[in-house]
Structures are given as C-alpha cells and as structure tokens.
C-alpha cells in the first residue's frame, strides 16, 4: 500500500517570491510520482511527473520537483511565483507494477495562495 | 470530446434516494477510473475499468456504491440510499493505456450534496 503525505495546508506567499510545497510518501514498492494542481472551479490538471531518469523535472510554467529516494520526497518548487499560480496542489504516487494499472494515492493538498 | 465529460456537475439528494453519475471519458481511453473526494482532502480511489472491465473495486465504501462501463466506454457510478456521508466531488478519470505512469486526465467532478 501507499500513503502520501503533504505536511502543509496552505501556503502564503507574495508574487515573485519562491515557493516550496513538501511532500513526502511511503510504499513497500517503487513508485511513480506526479503533481497535479487544482485550479478554482477547474478540475485536476497533470502539472509534471516523475517516472525514471533525472531526478528533477519541470513543467512547462516554471515549476520543478526533484526526487529523493533516499528521503522519499517529491518537493515542488518555483523560484518566482505569479498570482496565477494560486491553486491547490496534489502529490500523488502511483505503484510501478508489471501487471499493469495505474491507480494513484493522492495527498491530502496543499492550497497556495499568491498575494500582492 | 476533447477531456472527460462528466453530469450531472451539481447534484441534491434526499437522504435515501438513489443518484447516477455519468462519466464519458476521452475517446479511445482504455482505463477508466472514479475518485471520491470529501471536503478538504485529497482524492480517493473508488474503483478502476480497463475497457468493460472492472479490474479494482477495492475503494468503493459500501454495496450501496455500484459501478459499470457496459461497452467500455461511457461509464455510470451509482449510489443507492444515499447518506450525508456520501456528499463529495466524484472525480472521474482515464488514460489511454493502464500502464503505470501513463498520464491520468480528470474530469471536473460531479458534486454531489445529500439533505
């Protein structure tokens, strides 16, 4: 089985300043790993994922996670965020299973709120 | 369609009364799951189709909760006597293949309230 945990509810932070959102899991097999962000009155949105290689990936808006095996984390960081970043963050892992299927275990969010 | 479709977006129910929730998932998606997910937290597995096929039903919180994909396409989440406890977004879900780590795209939810 897997857990997810994202220690931090909310997160406040004024425009241009960095960001991290924490996250850490637990599984008896190895897993994927994925943000996904939750926009106002949107539905979930893949934001980027982790399956093998460079520990540390990037979405396409500035956000980056970096894998650490050895701290089972995913963090999520931006080093200058923008109002329209305001949303609620998802971690989720996924088991990696020779059978196949790709359920996800999520986390229980972590709202970010960009302020002026 | 282009992403996954799901209706009704908003539901009431009278505590005891029976509700479907629809879901069309993106054309060809093979892998179809739904989501429950209450108030402030994340969302949580209810069951998975791989085409006609329920593969995991594990999530689902009681027999009261039912689900179906008949022709491997459309499917149709059904809760019977509905309690306050069931009120939540239903996320529906699918991906093209049921390979982990293939990308899950989630449809904007059904928001189901019981009075």
């Known amino acids: 089985a897997q857990s997810v945990t994202q220690l931090d509810s909310q997160v406040p932070v004024f425009e241009e300043a960095p960001v991290e959102l924490r996250c850490n899991y637990s599984s008896s097999v190895s897993v994927y790993l994925f943000w996904y962000v939750q926009y106002p009155n949107q539905g979930l949105q893949l934001l980027l994922k982790y399956l093998s290689g460079s520990t540390l990936v990037e979405s396409i808006n500035g956000f980056e996670a970096e894998f650490n095996k050895s701290q089972t984390s995913f963090h999520l960081r931006k080093p200058s965020v923008h109002i329209s970043d305001t949303a609620e963050y998802f971690c989720a892992v996924s088991p990696i299973l020779t059978g196949g299927g790709n359920k996800l275990t999520f986390g229980t969010g972590t709202q970010l709120k960009v302020e002026l | 369609g282009a992403g996954v479709s799901q209706s009704p977006r908003y539901k009431v129910a009278k505590r005891g009364q029976d509700v479907a929730l629809r879901c069309d998932p993106i054309s060809g998606h093979v892998s179809l799951f739904w989501y429950q997910q209450a108030l402030g937290q994340g969302p949580e597995f209810l069951t998975y189709?791989?085409?006609?096929?329920?593969?995991?039903k594990s999530g689902l919180p009681s027999d009261r909760f039912f689900a179906e994909r008949p022709e491997g396409s459309v499917s149709t989440l059904k809760i019977q006597r509905t309690q306050q406890e069931d009120s939540a977004v239903y996320l529906c879900a699918s991906s093209l293949e049921g390979y982990s780590g293939n990308t899950i795209y989630f449809g904007e939810g059904s928001w189901l309230t019981v009075v």
């Open positions: 189709f791989q085409n006609e096929a329920q593969l995991d």
